[in-house]
Structure formats: C-alpha cells, structure tokens
Nanobody, 121 residues
Framework: VQLQASGGGLARTGGSLRLSCAAS????????MGWFRQAPGREREIVAS????????YYPDSVKGRFTISRDNAKNTVYLQMNSLKPEDTAIYYC???????????????WGQGTQVTVSS
C-alpha cells in the first residue's frame, strides 16, 4: 500500500488542523492505521491509531482529548483532526499502515512521506 499525507501547515496556539492520508493499493481496510510525529532532535512517537473497522482507537496522554483519528474505508483515507494545538505539537506528521491486528500495535510497515505541522505561540 502507498500512503500520501496532506493537510499540514501553520496554526496558532489553540487552533485546529486536519490531516488526511490517502492510501492506494489493495485492502486498505485490512490495515490498522496510525499517525506518528517527529520533532527535531526527538524520537518519533505515535499520536493516534485506529483499528481496521474504526471501532477502536488509541491516543497517548499527550494528545488525548485534543486529537481524533478516523477512517473512511470506502475512500481509502484516514484522518487526524487536531484541536487545541500547542507549540509542542510542532513536528513532521506521518501516517503508517500496520499488518498487525492490535491497536496501537508495532508492526507498521508502510509509511507516508510526512507533512509538516507548525504551531506558533
């Protein structure tokens, strides 16, 4: 599967952005999907994950209550709605697909190219 992330940009503290990740190839609904981010000088971290059918989601404490992951299997797309943005959310955001069954899981094999999110204070 090939992944194409979009929707990044510049936002102010407290603002919102919506990221999209379009998948091409077969069997999008067969993948657990995740959103990750990596800030300069920091390790990549997961910020959201969603099960194949969309019924189960995962968020770390750092974004819980502010970020929402969703998917539309008919459109082969996964979304990340980011609200109440903070400067510490500034990073490159990546979508990824996992062949594993667990959420968040760890078997992310396919990655999108990343989209920059910058939050100004």
């Amino acid at each position: 599967v090939q992944l194409q992330a979009s929707g990044g940009g510049l936002a102010r503290t407290g603002g919102s952005l919506r990221l999209s990740c379009a998948a091409s190839g077969r069997s999008f609904s067969g993948y657990v999907m995740g959103w990750f981010r990596q800030a300069p000088g920091r390790e990549r971290e997961i910020v959201a994950s969603i099960s194949r059918g969309g019924g189960t989601t995962y968020y770390p404490d750092s974004v819980k209550g502010r970020f929402t992951i969703s998917r539309d299997n008919a459109k082969n797309t996964v979304y990340l709605q980011m609200n109440s943005l903070k400067p510490e959310d500034t990073a490159i955001y990546y979508c990824a697909a996992s062949l594993g069954a667990r959420v968040p899981g760890s078997e992310y094999r396919y990655w999108g190219q990343g989209t920059q999110v910058t939050v100004s204070s």
